[in-house]
Every structure is written in structure tokens, then in C-alpha cells.
């Protein structure tokens, strides 16, 4: 079985910046598509950034671009989402995610989740 664990999330004051981690067990992220997903209270769920299945690419949500980074220690198994420049609207609990089959993107077939990782952004 696939087992995401989310950790990295806090409280930090606008402009400050956090980096989340996403760990993996029972595979590797190889020739998987991995992103990052946002839920904030009373909003829908969105994308906030991905690698897609061969790891090479990234994308990022408009919200976010220029800001987040997402990144990979293939070693440790983990990815990574840096938050930079935070804002109080990127307050929501983070999820990581990942297809069920290889060569998908998760934007279109998340099948794993973690349990998330809150991260709220002060004034």
C-alpha cells in the first residue's frame, strides 16, 4: 500500500515562508505524477503545483507561481513544496497526492492522499 505523510506545516506571518514536506512509502515517485493540493475553509479544493510522471516538469497554479517551488529528494522519497512570500489566502490544509498508475498526471487521477498539513498565514 501507498502511504503519504505530510509534515512541514505552522504558523508564519505574511512574507514569511515554509517548506512541506510529503514522505512516501510502499513505492518510489518513478514514473508517477506527484502534486501539491490546498483546501481552505468553505473553498473548494485546488492545485497548487506538480511534477508530472516523468519528474521532469512542473507546474504551478497562478495563484502561487513565482512564490512556491515544489522539489524532490528521490533518495529520501520526499517531495518537497517551498513557500515563499506567503500570504494570508494561501492559508488552507496542504495535501500531497499521487495516481494509483504510472504515467498519468494527478491533476487528472489522484488516487493517494496524505492527511494533510495545515498552514495558516497571519496579517
Known amino acids: 500500500q501507498v502511504q503519504l505523510v505530510e509534515s512541514g506545516g505552522g504558523v508564519v506571518q505574511a512574507g514569511g515562508s515554509l517548506r512541506l514536506s510529503c514522505a512516501a512509502s510502499?513505492?518510489?515517485?518513478?514514473?508517477?505524477?506527484v502534486g501539491w493540493f490546498r483546501q481552505a475553509p468553505g473553498k473548494e479544493r485546488e492545485f497548487v503545483a506538480m511534477f508530472d510522471w516523468t519528474g521532469r516538469l512542473t507546474y504551478y497554479a497562478d495563484s502561487v507561481k513565482g512564490r512556491f517551488t515544489i522539489s524532490r529528494d528521490n533518495a529520501k522519497n520526499t517531495v518537497y513544496l517551498q513557500m515563499d512570500s506567503l500570504k494570508p489566502e494561501d492559508t488552507a490544509n496542504y495535501y500531497c497526492a499521487t495516481p494509483k498508475t504510472p504515467y498519468v498526471a494527478v491533476t487528472t487521477k489522484a488516487d493517494y492522499w496524505g492527511q494533510g498539513t495545515q498552514v495558516t498565514v497571519s496579517s
Open positions: 510502499g513505492r518510489t515517485f518513478s514514473n508517477y505524477a
